[in-house]
């Protein structure tokens, strides 16, 4: 009988570094992902309230108010402006401060 090896979820921990390390950076990491989900949320919604009008939208179901409309694929299902707005950092190689929430400067 051949016994399972449990394999561990933490990389191997490299020269001078501690489990302690690992964790400190899974902490970062999980802060910066609440962070960008807090001000993605309130980005949808200011741009719900700002230029998502059901009777002001272009034939591809975006709203066209803003720069990222053009990377707008269909707004028919959950945070349209937001996924336009990544993909338009994706291709522009454009970086979001998320302690800014002044969201009239990324319109």
């Given at each position: 009988?051949?016994?399972?090896?449990?394999?561990?979820?933490?990389?191997?921990?490299?020269?001078?570094?501690?489990?302690?390390?690992?964790?400190?950076?899974?902490?970062?990491?999980?802060?910066?992902?609440?962070?960008?989900?807090?001000?993605?949320?309130?980005?949808?919604?200011?741009?719900?309230?700002?230029?998502?009008?059901?009777?002001?939208?272009?034939?591809?179901?975006?709203?066209?108010?803003?720069?990222?409309?053009?990377?707008c694929k269909?707004?028919?299902?959950?945070?349209?402006?937001?996924?336009?707005?990544?993909?338009?950092?994706?291709?522009?190689?454009?970086?979001?401060?998320?302690?800014?929430?002044?969201?009239?400067?990324?319109?």
């Amino acid at each position: 009988m051949v016994k399972a090896e449990q394999i561990s979820m933490f990389p191997p921990l490299q020269d001078g570094e501690d489990a302690d390390d690992i964790v400190r950076q899974a902490n970062l990491i999980n802060e910066y992902a609440k962070k960008k989900r807090k001000w993605e949320n309130a980005f949808q919604k200011w741009s719900d309230e700002h230029g998502l009008e059901p009777n002001n939208t272009t034939s591809y179901g975006c709203c066209g108010y803003g720069d990222m409309c053009d990377w707008c694929k269909d707004n028919s299902y959950g945070r349209p402006c937001v996924r336009a707005l990544n993909a338009m950092c994706r291709e522009k190689r454009i970086t979001i401060d998320y302690d800014n929430y002044d969201f009239s400067e990324v319109w």
